[in-house]
């Protein structure tokens, strides 16, 4: 079936360097992605979302990139922070054609580890 | 700014047993939706509703239900409660059709022991 996926479960990078995780979506008529970050224990943390009009989107520290020719998503987190340690999740949005918004699907997270 | 709030926060639950779970989404928040982690496991669609009706469907098992009031708070009713059921249950609300924001809530521990 049609799936959200990520290529790498777990990332280990060192305190100041710049990050990247990766996700890969199936369904090409998605038309909005996000992506969230969870610490143990949480909810969900939205950090930055992308439409499928757009190829790049820039936040503070973050950057979301989309490849809609390959079906690929990247988060990257520049200058990487002891607190940036959590759990990386890309979320696709299917549209709901009843009329509501569509609901999010998850693909597999990415556990982030910062080493100071 | 307020927030999605669920309670509670903890649930311990006996086999066999029953659990109701509430959401009280972001004011002027109109849609909500049900989610299930499972531990280690990415968040998985249950559930949602738009102006107090159902909108989706998810991997919602038929022991489950839920239902959207008049406020917009809503509940996940969850009977039959067996070991695999215990995980985190998220609920997160969105504003009407045209704004694209998704805000999740805290989540809700149930243990079924």
């Known amino acids: 079936g049609e799936s959200v996926g990520l290529h790498l479960p777990t990332l280990s990078v060192q305190e100041g360097d710049n990050s990247i995780i990766n996700c890969a979506y199936s369904?090409?008529?998605?038309?909005?992605f996000i992506w969230y970050k969870q610490e143990s224990g949480k909810g969900p943390q939205f950090i930055i979302d992308i439409r499928s009009n757009m190829d790049k989107r820039q936040g503070q520290r973050v950057t979301v990139l989309l490849n809609k020719t390959v079906k690929h998503l990247s988060l990257q987190i520049a200058a990487t922070q002891p607190g940036d340690s959590a759990v990386y999740f890309c979320a696709e949005k299917r549209m709901n054609y009843g009329g509501s918004q569509g609901n999010l699907i998850f693909g597999k997270g990415t556990k982030l580890s910062v080493k100071p | 700014a307020a927030g999605v709030i669920q309670s509670p926060r903890h649930l311990i639950k006996e086999k066999r047993e029953t659990a109701t779970l509430k959401c009280y989404p972001i004011?002027?928040?109109?849609?909500v939706y049900w989610y299930q982690q499972g531990p280690g496991q990415d968040p998985q669609f249950l559930i949602s509703?738009?102006?107090?009706?159902?909108?989706d469907k998810g991997s919602i098992p038929d022991r489950f239900s839920a239902q959207q009031f008049s406020d917009y708070h809503s509940e996940l009713n969850m009977s039959s409660l067996e070991l695999g059921d215990s995980a985190l249950y998220f609920c997160?609300?969105?504003?009407?059709?045209?704004?694209?924001?998704?805000?999740f809530g805290s989540g809700t521990r149930l243990t079924v022991v």
């Open positions: 369904n090409s008529a998605s038309d909005y």
């Open positions: 997160a609300s969105s504003p009407g059709l045209e704004d694209y924001g998704y805000t």
């Open positions: 509703f738009y102006e107090k009706m159902q909108s």
């Open positions: 004011p002027r928040h109109d849609t």
